[in-house]
Nanobody, 117 residues
């Protein structure tokens, strides 16, 4: 059973930075897309950024210019560098992998990011 293991969340002051990491264990093949989502209390889960196996990246408008997604699909690892953090970035962040050969997606357990003002 594949698990996505996340790390790097925590408490940071407004304007600070955090780096989230997510790795599949065991590593996976045939990954089409790796993504980060987030969910705040009372809100729907939203896409923050994704990275495809062709190297294409997409970002939510609210994080453009501040967050950077990177990773190594062959190593089943994805990162999210978050700079200039704002209190509204406070949420539980989830990584998500889509495996095209199985037609299924996998979710991490979530890591809390809290930005204080």
């Amino acid at each position: 059973q594949v698990q996505l293991v996340e790390s790097g969340g925590g408490l940071v002051q407004s304007g600070g930075s955090l780096r989230l990491s997510c790795a599949a264990s065991p590593s996976m093949s045939s990954i089409y897309r790796m993504a980060w989502y987030r969910q705040s209390p009372g809100k729907q889960r939203e896409l923050v950024a994704h990275l495809t196996n062709e190297g294409t990246t997409t970002y939510a408008d609210s994080v453009k210019g501040r967050f950077t997604i990177s990773g190594d699909i062959a190593k089943s690892t994805v990162y999210l560098q978050m700079n200039s953090l704002k209190p509204e970035d406070t949420a539980v962040y989830y990584c998500n992998f889509y495996q095209w050969s199985q037609g299924r997606e996998y979710w991490g357990q979530g890591t809390q990011v809290t930005v204080s003002s």
